[in-house]
């Protein structure tokens, strides 16, 4: 069975902190994705990113980045210079890449951001 | 691009009718669409696998004749609510798989419907 977790519930920083928000992920499959995705207060849920399970590169997008490391099931997600905006909910979430579950999300439990000016 | 849309936005009902939602996939054709509920505070669940042309497959513990699920076309999926009640009230959310291109195998996003039942 997959499991996702969020070991992070709430995390509250001030503005222009840089912020890590941790996943770590269990799974048997040798071939999956991981994605995060943003929910902000008005409930639409944001994809962020995909990661394939062979890809272990980190990435970066503008203030976003993340670091895939398959030794320690992780994919974390680091806020550069947080701002305002960035408050919201985030998820962590996986997917199988074929079997009978292919293309089911599991979503971890979610962290709380809130950004303060 | 990958733009789902959801309708209705909020609904609000009366303890025993039906509700409909509606989920569109509106630049992308989607073999597939999932469909969730939230609680408030709580992570996304998983109520059922919507597969165009064909029956809804649904998770364990998730009543079908209480959440009927179609999937006529690409673009378009619907949950129905059928006599709802209070305990149904919740935030549901639709999801479409896009199955090529660049995107291939991520989930997007409806906006959600908030259902109120009194």
């Known amino acids: 069975a997959q499991k996702v977790t969020q070991a992070q519930t709430e995390i509250s920083v001030v503005e222009k902190e840089d912020v890590t928000l941790d996943c770590v992920y269990e799974?048997?499959?040798?071939?999956?994705?991981l994605f995060w995705y943003k929910q902000p207060p008005s409930g639409e849920l944001v994809f962020l990113i995909r990661?394939?399970?062979?890809?272990?590169q980190n990435e970066i997008s503008g203030r976003y980045s993340w670091n895939f490391q398959k030794s320690t099931s992780s994919f974390n997600f680091t806020i550069t210079a947080s701002q305002v905006v960035d408050s919201a909910v985030y998820f962590c979430a996986l997917s199988e890449a074929g079997g009978t579950s292919y293309g089911k999300l599991t979503f971890g439990q979610g962290t709380i951001l809130t950004v303060h000016p | 691009g990958a733009v789902v849309s959801q309708h209705p936005s909020w609904v609000i009902c009366k303890s025993g009718t039906s509700v409909k939602i509606e989920c569109r996939s509106l630049?992308?054709?989607?073999?597939?669409m999932f469909w969730y509920r939230q609680f408030p505070k709580q992570s996304l669940m998983l109520m059922a696998t919507s597969n165009e042309g064909s029956k809804a497959t649904y998770e364990q513990g998730v009543e079908k004749d209480k959440f009927l699920i179609n999937h006529a076309s690409l673009t378009l999926s619907t949950l129905t609510v059928t006599s709802a009640h209070p305990e149904d009230s919740s935030f549901y959310i639709c999801s479409a798989r896009a199955y090529s291109g660049g995107a291939r195998d991520t989930q997007y996003f409806g906006p959600g419907t908030r259902l109120t039942v009194l």
């Open positions: 630049d992308f054709q989607a073999t597939t």
């Open positions: 799974t048997r499959d040798t071939t999956y994705y």
């Open positions: 990661r394939n399970s062979f890809d272990e």
